[in-house]
């Protein structure tokens, strides 16, 4: 098949108008494809815009490529149009159809506009000639490159995934609308951020100290000279006084004495006087001597001795009896406490003042005695008579914290409450006084027994004062303990004076400080924990005492014996029953009520046979008697130290020891007496 030469057009013009003086092309419904369905009936068709239509550019249509030769054992492809009177098939290739020659190009249809179309209608092409199209304007070039917000050149994107047929456009200087990009962030060009609510507060502050009037200030007068003062006009009304002037609100000094304010001179001493003789002191000495008294004796004989002040025997006597006494007057024990006892008794709680009532005790307590340690006592009596110790708090374990004047008018305190109330009278008073924390034999210890080891060391749970009485001694004391007795959870009010009155080391036998420094023993010994917890005696259970033996001289912390609880029956010893007295100078007229009583020893006889009453021996100082352990009675039997009371219906004080037996062998007698102590029989 020969080959059919295309003609060559030089302009589309030329192209399109041969197209449409062929009028053999038609085109050949296809036998193998359906038609397409009709479009829905809500579905517009496709339109083009008016800016796809108005194109300034020419843009010529590309050649097609060459048709690549048929592949083997492959469906061929529809029958392309053919022109009328063009051969189907070469003749001399038979089986294979050769691909026939391409007629000549239909001519395009002219478009029409959206507005023209329906849903149901077909565009079909007509025969129109084309119309001209204006002539291209030459591209300006750009002198300089601009930013993105250039109007002069605005590109906009080419190809959407909404419509992938429509073709990008370029406009220079178009009048039509387009889309307006955003411009570019600057930071300064964002508008203000509205003020703050402390920006708003400091701003109205401004504005009314801004509108605020200013205080009118008095003019200032010089102060150098008085004020000259108009004369009085004669009225009825006399004149006031002239104003002074008014200070300075500050220390900025005043104009006018800015200018006449001169550089501060030495300070000068005004001139002695012209007769003046400064005289010279004790050191610097006197040239001149003084005179000699004219009645002065000869140098040889001294001055003679005045004879009528000279003290007799009796006025030395006295003066040697009452340094006697003042010296036995230190002893604690012995010493006579009536007079701060009674003030002590005067001021109870509900007369105090609600305002510093630690100041008024310590001056109606305190003030009436010039020696400290009467003040100390003073106040530990107070104590005793005002303070009761709180039972509910201790044993329901929910003990409050309080301050010393709460605890003065609540009337209660544990032993801690108790020791700041006295040290804090105590320090108004001007004594020196310290609360020491430590451990006490109180309610809840129990000794240890024989062969136990001691517990490890805890010196808390307990409270006490030291205070400096007279010459500087330090005394250990506790107002709690003094108060009274806590027992079957209930508080006993009775007062122990000895609680002021032992001396340092008894009282360290029931107290351990949790600071060492805290002993203030005389021998300056250091107790250990062990020491301390296991008692004079280790492993021995105290006898149980009564509270009368204090009051009537006889000690019971230290100086008896037997000083263990329980006796053993059968050891075949002699068992010493001695005690001694509190203080060597406490006497029973003096100190006490009155005659001693007589001290009797109860025992069961041999296996308990045979009860008796055994008198004690006594030298005015101590107390004993000797008895087999076998007469003492047979084991679980109690032994017991009785004082007598009452004899024969009368006061029984002062009765001797041939007395007693006397009254016992007479026959008939009544006896009552008092038990002090007791023991127990193994």
Same mark, same amino acid.
């Given at each position: 098949?020969?080959?059919?030469?295309?003609?060559?057009?030089?302009?589309?013009?030329?192209?399109?108008?041969?197209?449409?003086?062929q009028k053999?092309?038609?085109?050949?419904l296809p036998?193998?494809?359906?038609a397409?369905?009709?479009?829905p009936?809500?579905k =517009?068709p496709?339109?083009?815009?008016?800016?796809?239509?108005?194109?300034?550019?020419?843009?010529?249509?590309?050649?097609?490529?060459?048709?690549?030769?048929? %592949?083997?054992? @492959?469906?061929?492809p529809?029958?392309?149009? =053919?022109?009328t009177?063009?051969?189907?098939?070469?003749?001399?290739?038979?089986?294979?159809?050769?691909p026939?020659?391409?007629?000549?190009?239909?001519?395009?249809?002219?478009?029409?506009?959206?507005?023209?179309?329906?849903?149901?209608?077909?565009?079909?092409?007509?025969?129109?000639?084309?119309?001209?199209?204006?002539?291209?304007?030459?591209?300006?070039?750009?002198?300089?490159?601009r #930013?993105?917000?250039?109007?002069?050149?605005?590109?906009?994107?080419?190809?959407?995934?909404?419509?992938?047929?429509?073709?990008?456009?370029?406009?220079?200087?178009?009048?039509?609308?387009?889309?307006?990009?955003?411009?570019?962030?600057?930071?300064?060009?964002?508008?203000?951020?509205?003020p703050?609510?402390g920006?708003?507060?400091?701003l109205?502050?401004? =504005?009314?100290?801004?509108?605020?009037?200013?205080?009118i200030?008095?003019?200032?007068?010089?102060?150098?000279?008085?004020?000259?003062?108009?004369?009085?006009?004669?009225?009825?009304?006399?004149?006031?006084?002239?104003?002074?002037?008014?200070?300075?609100?500050?220390?900025?000094?005043?104009?006018?004495?800015?200018?006449?304010?001169?550089?501060?001179?030495?300070?000068?001493?005004?001139?002695?006087?012209?007769?003046?003789?400064?005289?010279?002191?004790?050191?610097?000495?006197?040239p001149?001597?003084?005179?000699?008294?004219?009645?002065?004796?000869?140098?040889?004989s001294?001055?003679?001795?005045?004879?009528?002040?000279?003290?007799s %025997? #009796?006025?030395?006597?006295?003066?040697?009896? %009452?340094a006697?006494?003042?010296?036995?007057?230190?002893?604690?024990?012995?010493?006579?406490?009536?007079?701060?006892?009674?003030?002590?008794?005067q001021?109870?709680?509900?007369?105090?003042? @609600?305002?510093?009532?630690?100041?008024?005790? &310590?001056?109606?307590?305190?003030?009436?005695?010039p020696?400290?340690?009467?003040?100390?006592?003073?106040?530990?009596?107070?104590?005793?008579?005002?303070i009761?110790?709180?039972?509910?708090?201790?044993?329901?374990?929910?003990?409050?914290?309080?301050?010393?004047?709460?605890?003065?008018?609540?009337?209660?305190?544990?032993?801690?409450?108790?020791?700041?109330? $006295?040290?804090a009278?105590?320090?108004?008073?001007?004594?020196?006084?310290?609360?020491?924390?430590?451990?006490?034999?109180?309610?809840?210890?129990?000794?240890?027994?024989?062969?136990?080891?001691p517990?490890?060391?805890?010196?808390?749970?307990?409270?006490?004062?030291?205070?400096?009485i007279?010459?500087?001694?330090?005394?250990?004391?506790?107002?709690?303990?003094?108060?009274g007795?806590?027992?079957?959870?209930?508080?006993?009010?009775?007062?122990?004076?000895?609680?002021?009155?032992?001396?340092?080391?008894?009282?360290?036998?029931?107290?351990?400080?949790?600071?060492?420094?805290?002993? $203030?023993?005389?021998?300056?010994?250091?107790?250990?924990?062990?020491?301390?917890?296991s008692?004079?005696?280790?492993?021995?259970?105290?006898?149980?005492?009564?509270?009368?033996?204090?009051?009537?001289?006889?000690?019971?912390?230290?100086?008896?014996?037997?000083?263990? %609880?329980?006796?053993p029956?059968?050891s075949?010893?002699?068992?010493?029953?001695?005690?001694?007295?509190?203080?060597?100078h406490?006497?029973?007229?003096?100190?006490?009520? #009155?005659?001693?009583?007589?001290?009797?020893?109860?025992?069961?006889?041999?296996?308990?046979?045979?009860e008796?009453?055994?008198?004690?021996?006594?030298d005015g100082?101590?107390?004993?008697?000797?008895?087999?352990?076998?007469?003492?009675?047979?084991?679980?039997?109690?032994?017991?130290?009785?004082?007598?009371?009452?004899?024969?219906?009368q006061?029984?004080?002062?009765?001797?020891?041939? &007395?007693? $037996?006397?009254?016992?062998a007479?026959? #008939?007698y009544?006896?009552?007496?008092?038990?002090?102590?007791?023991?127990?029989?193994?």
């Amino acid at each position: 098949m020969a080959d059919v030469e295309e003609p060559q057009f030089s302009s589309l013009a030329d192209r399109i108008a041969a197209l449409n003086k062929q009028k053999n092309f038609t085109a050949p419904l296809p036998a193998t494809k359906r038609a397409p369905p009709p479009p829905p009936p809500n579905k =517009q068709p496709f339109q083009h815009s008016t800016e796809e239509v108005r194109d300034d550019s020419v843009q010529e249509s590309p050649s097609l490529p060459a048709r690549p030769p048929p %592949r083997p054992n @492959r469906r061929e492809p529809p029958a392309i149009p =053919q022109r009328t009177g063009t051969p189907r098939a070469s003749a001399t290739t038979p089986g294979v159809v050769s691909p026939p020659t391409l007629p000549d190009r239909p001519p395009l249809p002219s478009r029409k506009t959206t507005a023209e179309q329906t849903p149901t209608q077909t565009p079909t092409p007509r025969a129109t000639p084309t119309p001209t199209l204006p002539p291209r304007r030459p591209t300006r070039q750009l002198h300089s490159r601009r #930013g993105s917000n250039s109007s002069e050149i605005s590109h906009i994107s080419s190809i959407s995934n909404l419509s992938l047929s429509r073709a990008s456009t370029t406009s220079v200087d178009s009048l039509a609308p387009r889309r307006v990009l955003a411009p570019a962030f600057d930071q300064a060009k964002l508008p203000p951020l509205p003020p703050s609510r402390g920006e708003r507060e400091a701003l109205a502050a401004k =504005q009314a100290e801004r509108e605020r009037p200013e205080p009118i200030k008095p003019p200032l007068i010089a102060t150098r000279s008085a004020p000259a003062v108009p004369p009085n006009e004669p009225s009825g009304r006399p004149s006031l006084p002239p104003r002074l002037p008014t200070r300075p609100s500050s220390r900025t000094p005043i104009p006018e004495q800015v200018e006449d304010a001169r550089p501060a001179m030495p300070r000068r001493l005004p001139p002695p006087a012209s007769a003046f003789v400064r005289p010279k002191t004790l050191l610097e000495g006197s040239p001149r001597t003084p005179p000699l008294p004219p009645n002065r004796p000869g140098r040889g004989s001294p001055p003679p001795v005045p004879v009528s002040s000279r003290p007799s %025997r #009796g006025e030395i006597g006295a003066v040697t009896v %009452r340094a006697a006494a003042n010296k036995a007057a230190v002893c604690m024990v012995c010493r006579d406490f009536s007079g701060p006892d009674g003030v002590a008794a005067q001021y109870p709680t509900h007369v105090l003042p @609600r305002h510093d009532p630690v100041g008024y005790l &310590a001056n109606v307590l305190c003030g009436p005695f010039p020696s400290a340690t009467d003040k100390a006592r003073a106040i530990f009596t107070w104590s005793h008579h005002n303070i009761a110790y709180n039972v509910e708090e201790f044993f329901g374990k929910c003990v409050k914290g309080r301050n010393v004047d709460d605890t003065i008018f609540l009337g209660k305190a544990v032993c801690q409450g108790y020791a700041e109330v $006295y040290q804090a009278i105590a320090q108004r008073a001007g004594l020196q006084c310290v609360v020491i924390g430590g451990h006490g034999k109180g309610y809840g210890y129990t000794p240890l027994t024989r062969g136990q080891a001691p517990p490890p060391k805890n010196a808390t749970g307990h409270a006490w004062n030291a205070v400096c009485i007279d010459d500087g001694e330090w005394k250990l004391l506790d107002a709690c303990w003094g108060a009274g007795s806590v027992g079957d959870e209930k508080y006993h009010k009775h007062f122990n004076p000895k609680m002021f009155t032992m001396s340092n080391e008894q009282f360290g036998l029931s107290h351990f400080p949790g600071n060492e420094k805290y002993f $203030y023993r005389e021998d300056r010994r250091i107790l250990s924990w062990e020491e301390y917890i296991s008692g004079p005696v280790p492993g021995a259970e105290k006898p149980q005492w009564s509270g009368g033996p204090p009051e009537e001289g006889i000690s019971d912390v230290v100086g008896y014996s037997p000083a263990e %609880r329980h006796i053993p029956v059968y050891s075949g010893e002699v068992v010493r029953f001695q005690f001694q007295k509190v203080c060597e100078h406490w006497t029973h007229e003096r100190n006490g009520k #009155g005659p001693p009583y007589l001290l009797l020893l109860k025992i069961h006889g041999a296996d308990g046979r045979k009860e008796d009453l055994v008198p004690l021996d006594t030298d005015g100082y101590w107390w004993w008697v000797d008895v087999p352990a076998r007469d003492l009675g047979a084991p679980g039997m109690k032994v017991q130290l009785f004082a007598l009371t009452v004899l024969n219906g009368q006061d029984a004080r002062g009765v001797t020891k041939d &007395a007693y $037996y006397k009254t016992k062998a007479s026959g #008939g007698y009544s006896m009552a007496w008092a038990i002090w102590c007791t023991w127990e029989l193994v």
